[in-house]
């Protein structure tokens, strides 16, 4: 995963200059959005299990056995 520093990136003062900022950018914005798609994916799960252990005494077995799973 490429990651650029911010001072990589000045102002921009020429054609070329924007042109290889682009090119950059596109060069790294599918592997950007694979990782966005896994995070919206595991945020998705956290949210599920957050609403089933809301059903939950914390209590019970069934509360243990979620909040196991979702250390792991």
Not at 4 to 31: H, L, T
Not at 43 to 60: N, Y
Not at 64 to 72: A, C, E, G, P
């Amino acid at each position: 995963c490429a990651y650029f520093s911010i001072r990589k990136y000045g102002a921009i003062v020429s054609y070329e200059q924007r042109q290889s900022y682009k090119n950059d950018f596109n060069a790294e914005y599918g592997e950007y959005r694979n990782l966005h798609a896994r995070m919206e994916t595991i945020i998705r799960r956290f949210t599920e299990l957050d609403a089933q252990w809301k059903l939950l005494s914390p209590e019970s077995k069934e509360y243990q056995v979620k909040k196991d799973k979702t250390v792991k």
